[in-house]
């Protein structure tokens, strides 16, 4: 069983950065969700289990940034040039893959195990 951790989210305001981190043991792909109040839940960035292959959404490239440290068990999801729309519940997520499947890293149901969340609130 795969026990993943959130941490970082907090209240900022537009403009400002945010660091989350998940930690997380395993030879996994990881990967970032996000679900705003009455919305679903949708992919926002995964990277493969090497840190080479990385992939984001369309509404936060250029924004925000997926690293990860293998020997820290750590993924980090820094965020940049926040905007209110990014309010939200991010969760972190893993499947066990070395390289995922990069059609699905946006599908909810590729994910095999979630984080509880983390609360990301951005005020205008």
């Known amino acids: 069983q795969v026990q993943l951790e959130e941490s970082g989210g907090g209240l900022v305001q537009a403009g400002d950065s945010l660091r989350l981190s998940c930690a997380a043991s395993?030879?996994?792909?990881m990967g970032w969700f996000r679900q705003a109040p009455g919305k679903e839940r949708e992919f926002v960035a995964a990277?493969?289990?090497?840190?080479?292959?990385?992939y984001y959404a369309d509404s936060v490239k250029g924004r925000f940034t997926i690293s990860r440290d293998n020997a820290k068990n750590m993924v980090d999801l820094q965020m940049d040039s926040l905007k209110p729309e990014d309010t939200a519940v991010y969760y972190c997520?893993?499947?066990?893959?070395?390289?995922?499947?990069?059609?699905?890293?946006?599908?909810?149901?590729?994910?095999?195990?979630w984080g509880q969340g983390t609360q990301v609130t951005v005020s205008s």
């Open positions: 997520a893993a499947v066990l893959s070395l390289w995922p499947q990069s059609q699905r890293v946006v599908e909810e149901a590729y994910w095999t195990y």
């Open positions: 395993g030879r996994y792909s």
């Open positions: 990277i493969d289990w090497s840190g080479n292959k990385k």
